[in-house]
């Protein structure tokens, strides 16, 4: 397979009139595309951005709530040998801005919906639009009679040919267009095939279509194995459960985040049922049997999956492994990848090896290194073209022997499972020259219980946690007094038990409370580090009294953990 379009093709080939993408929407109502129809629609899609004078090379930008026509329009601007731009409905309005202006596209496209973006608040009301729906829609008569003849005829794309510009948030500084070719996405989905089982696969797609991850795993590599993928407008994890029921899906591709919010709606259930004593009990069992088992004795569970949920396949952030170990014990695999839009597949985890911690092991055609100070590096045909219009920055993103530098630390375990321990750039150096990863501390107080936290040095030498309030509307009837001391003594024995697990240079020596419900995080959920930084140092609004607290911590209790 040269290209996508290859990819397509033999799928269309091979399913045909088997569902391919439908939407799920609150009304009930929504699209729904067999193979053959999404080949049709992208056809469709390719001859309209033609009439509508745009050529091979021309960037198409993109904004829109993931729906079948999206796929469809992505299929068409292929054919068309356009070069597609999605934004993420999440961006902040000013790094849009900064993105439109560095990828100059001809022409912008909306979707549709309550959720639907608008332009006027990211500034690109100057821009030609059209919406997806109109480009998808049934031939009209401006359509010659051999409109799809033709089409089908037109110069097919080189597999090196750059067909999307994935950027950076752009938040701070200028953002970097990744340019991504066919035979970087090939090579990726060509990993995948030897990661995920080949099974029958029916999925809930629940992240955006914008980002690569979800582009390449949960579309592309969905449609060649012929899986019917569902979208789900909402956010409702009751209306995301029936949806997966109702689809009787097989497997996912999420974000730890997603996996923490269905297993908390789960305990819950099991909470206003009275039998969470029953339910822990059951899972110490299950996890000493096969999984086939597990699924058994969790069949009310699964039963409310759909009766055939099988994998979840996680990526993003760190996978906390108590939360693995849930899903697991209840006969379900969670395998946990590592990559990013430059690299694409990374490492992943296989449904064989799953080591809760770690995050696999690269696949060919991947190849992976550690450099001298641990800094994991990918060569091979998955790595980027390059930053759009910018060598300066695609020279500094690689080594003088062409491997790509993640700027992420990591060690190898025993049996070569790569471990991830933090950024280069977050590293904190102690005065005793020891070198000191935030996320190593942050992992350890997430397997402890923390939900989540953000470590900084404080002055030379200290090391303190800023965290998250733990989830419960117990604490919210509470007064402020009450709600501060009860808050104490869930965090501080968790400190305490993270601490006995971390080398003595690790170590905090004390925790502050985050002011509000959750951290501030990027479109892609990350943690704003640098907000939170600023927070501690003063040059943020400090929160209110009641809002913030800080517990320190003694150099003999910090050295008896």
């Known amino acids: 397979m040269p290209t996508l379009l290859d990819l397509l093709d033999g799928a269309v080939a091979r399913h045909a009139d088997k569902p391919a993408l439908a939407l799920q929407s609150d009304d009930g109502a ?9 080949e049709r629609r992208g056809l469709i899609v390719a001859w309209r951005l033609r009439a509508l004078g745009l050529q091979p090379g021309d960037r198409l930008l993109t904004w829109s709530p993931s729906m079948p026509e999206l796929p469809a329009l992505y299929i068409g601007a292929m ?18 801005e900064k993105i439109a202006a560095r990828a100059e596209p001809r022409r912008l496209v909306l979707g549709s919906g309550r959720d639907a973006p608008d332009p006027a608040e990211a500034g690109l009301t100057s821009y030609p639009t059209s919406s997806l729906e109109a480009l998808t829609a049934d031939p009209d008569t401006s359509f010659p009679a051999d ?9 097919r794309p080189a597999p090196d040919e750059i067909f999307e510009l994935v950027f950076t948030s752009g938040t701070t500084g200028t953002p970097k267009g990744v340019m991504l070719a066919h035979d970087n996405v090939l090579a990726s989905i060509g990993a995948m095939h030897k990661v995920i089982p080949p099974i029958e696969h029916r999925i809930v797609s629940l992240l955006p279509l914008s980002h690569l991850f979800e582009q390449a795993v949960s579309l592309l590599y969905a449609l060649d194995v012929g899986a019917s993928i569902l979208y789900v407008r909402s956010r409702n994890p009751r209306t995301i459960f029936e949806a997966i029921r109702d689809h009787r899906t097989t497997s996912m591709v999420v974000v730890p985040q997603i996996l923490e919010l269905f ?18 009990r059951l899972r110490r069992i299950a996890r000493r049997l096969p999984y086939s088992a597990r699924r058994w004795l969790f069949r009310s569970v699964h039963s409310r999956l759909g009766g055939s949920f099988r994998l979840f ?11 693995q170990q849930a899903w697991e014990d209840m006969g379900i695999v969670v395998i946990q990848g590592y990559g990013a839009t430059e690299t694409g597949f990374g490492a992943c985890q296989t449904i064989s ?35 759009w219009q910018d060598p300066d920055a695609t020279a500094a993103a690689f080594t003088s022997d062409g491997w790509y530098r993640t700027g992420d630390i990591g060690r190898l375990d025993e049996s070569r499972r790569l471990i991830l321990m933090g950024r280069t750039k977050d590293m904190i150096v102690l005065p005793n020259g020891f070198n000191v990863y935030p996320e190593d501390i942050e992992n350890a107080l997430r397997v402890a219980g923390v939900r989540d936290s953000v470590v900084v040095e404080t002055r030379p030498g200290r090391i303190e946690a800023v965290v998250l309030a733990p989830a419960g509307h117990d604490l919210d009837r509470l ?49 704003k580090r640098n907000e939170v930084r600023a927070w501690v140092g003063g040059t943020q609004p400090a929160p209110t009294a009641e809002a913030a607290t800080t517990q320190d911590r003694t150099a003999e209790e910090v050295a008896a953990g």
């Open 79 to 96: 054919r068309a040998r356009l070069v597609l731009v999605p934004l993420d409905l999440r961006m902040a309005p000013s790094a849009i």
């Open 313 to 323: 396949v996680s990526s993003g952030a760190f996978l906390p492994p108590a939360v």
């Open 353 to 387: 090896d799953h080591k809760a911690g770690t995050v696999g092991r690269p696949m060919p055609p991947v190849r992976m290194r550690l450099a001298q100070d641990g800094e994991v590096q990918f060569a091979g045909p998955t790595l980027f073209k390059g930053y």
């Open 147 to 155: 409109w799809e003849a033709q089409a089908r005829s037109w110069q």
């Open 479 to 527: 007064e402020a007094a009450a709600r501060q001391e009860a808050l104490h003594e869930r965090i501080e024995p968790l400190v305490k038990q993270a601490n006995a697990t971390l080398g003595i240079n690790q170590r905090l020596s004390g925790w502050r409370l985050w002011p509000h419900d959750d951290f501030p995080r990027t479109h892609t959920f990350k943690v």
């Open 263 to 280: 297993w908390t709606a789960i305990e819950r259930e099991v909470e206003k049922s009275g039998r969470a004593t029953a339910f822990d």
């Open 30 to 38: 929504g699209t729904r595309y067999s193979y053959r129809e999404l």
